[in-house]
């Protein structure tokens, strides 16, 4: 959970004093030397070396050129750090009763699992050597992670139309089409190494499965299923699948890289999808699948300048400056927990006490 996820008033003190210092003595007893499998605390919660050596290997994303010593230090405390701000936002959101219940993580369980049969979905977590109670406790964190963030930085979100305004006229040539564009949304079905969630390790898809996932998915759009719904159970792509796979407007210059996707959508009227299409990777030896695509057109907008009174030049600004606001807000909130956290490094002090070697 993405997220490349996006989020963020200071809210007092996380913890009540009452309870706090109830915990003194949890806490007081964690000043002193942690085991060797702890590198991190945040409010006397342990974070374990094991788990930051999964995450760690996860976030190598199967490089063929292993990490020098100080390398792989570095990357080891850009995740721990994730880890911590993860915890200190699972804690938070424990305090405010927004945790995933088992009914959240079981529904997204069902939705993560419909594009393959049971033992592909076993097939993919052995790949990212995972267990399903493992994979349902990395969903309850991202799930309740988006609770949060949705509570504490949605409701505090207001975007203007004076300030649309203001963007459009200080932007207005990018709503000048010099081109034809096309209003595109895709389904992508990687071959190879496919991206997971943030924290978690790629899993491999052969041309076979990954071709039989797509089919799975024009079936679908056969028998009549909203593409959007689709495109979020199916595709492979980070950037479009939290919007049901738009693509937002393409010019029609940017198609000619892909003739075979370039000729099918030319044959497509409004509301029309394409059938599964392969892309080839011209940079490959042999020109290898690189991945399988469908294309839905939901309109073409001839060149010329678009205006303020366009619907949906208002609706994409107003989602521009939404994301933008989003984004600083999430920013915000996580620097004010981390100043309410009580986090001790270990894993940091001890590269320090070993001058970085």
Not at 28 to 54: W, Y
Request: net charge negative.
């Amino acid at each position: 959970m993405h997220a490349d996820s996006v989020f963020r008033i200071r809210l007092g003190s996380i913890v009540p004093l009452a309870v706090f210092a109830a915990l003194l003595p949890f806490i007081a007893g964690c000043k002193g030397s942690p085991s060797a499998d702890v590198v991190a605390t945040v409010n006397g919660k342990e974070i374990s070396r094991s788990d930051l050596d999964r995450l760690y290997k996860a976030n190598l994303n199967d490089s063929t050129q292993k990490p020098s010593g100080v390398e792989a230090n570095m990357l080891r405390l850009q995740v721990l750090q994730k880890m911590i701000n993860d915890e200190i936002l699972q804690q938070r959101a424990a305090h405010l009763n927004l945790t995933a219940t088992d009914e959240d993580v079981n529904a997204k369980l069902t939705e993560a699992k419909a594009p393959w049969t049971e033992e592909q979905f076993n097939n993919l977590l052995k790949q990212q050597n995972l267990t399903l109670d493992e994979y349902k406790k990395n969903l309850r964190r991202q799930l309740t992670t988006q609770k949060l963030l949705n509570k504490e930085i949605e409701s505090r979100i207001n975007i203007t139309d004076a300030e649309i305004a203001y963007y459009y006229a200080a932007n207005k040539s990018e709503w000048n089409f010099v081109e034809p564009q096309y209003r595109l949304s895709q389904i992508v079905v990687s071959v190879g190494a496919v991206p997971q969630g943030e924290g978690q390790p790629a899993h491999v898809t052969s041309e076979a499965d990954a071709r039989k996932k797509i089919d799975a998915a024009h079936n679908k759009l056969e028998s009549g299923e909203d593409f959007a719904s689709v495109a979020a159970n199916f595709s492979e792509d980070p950037n479009t699948v939290p919007s049901g796979g738009d693509m937002g407007m393409v010019p029609e210059s940017s198609l000619h890289s892909h003739p075979e996707a370039f000729d099918a959508i030319m044959k497509l009227k409004p509301d029309q999808f394409t059938d599964v299409i392969p892309i080839f990777d011209s940079a490959s030896p042999g020109h290898k699948i690189s991945y399988f695509a469908i294309f839905k057109l939901s309109g073409r907008e001839p060149a010329g300048q678009r205006e303020l009174s366009d619907p949906r030049v208002h609706q994409t600004i107003h989602s521009l400056l939404h994301d933008q606001q989003k984004q600083l807000l999430q920013n915000a909130y996580l620097e004010m927990l981390q100043d309410d956290a009580k986090v001790r490094n270990y894993f940091a002090e001890e590269i320090l006490k070993q001058g970085g070697q």
